[in-house]
């Protein structure tokens, strides 16, 4: 899977799971992959505050990206 392959699943992830954060006020930015491994996204609006946020990163944004880019081994946020 070439970088910008890569990038698109993982554009796809974050739309299939964008309007579960947006309903809590909430969204999600892609910053960077990093070696093709490594996704740097940026929790923005209600999720930075949200006790939960780091729940909803491992289990939700993660899982979600791991599904259409099986090569991804973490998922962070970077405030």
Do not use: H, W
Request: glycine share 6%; net charge negative.
């Amino acid at each position: 899977m070439s970088s910008e392959e890569l990038k698109l699943n993982v554009e796809k992830a974050l739309d299939e799971i964008r309007p579960f954060l947006q309903s809590d006020g909430g969204d999600i930015n892609l910053l960077s992959i990093d070696e093709d491994k490594l996704v740097k996204v940026q929790l923005v609006g209600a999720c930075t505050s949200c006790s939960v946020n780091q729940m909803t990163l491992k289990s939700g944004v993660e899982m979600t990206i791991k599904k259409y880019a099986p090569q991804i081994e973490r998922v962070i946020n970077v405030e």
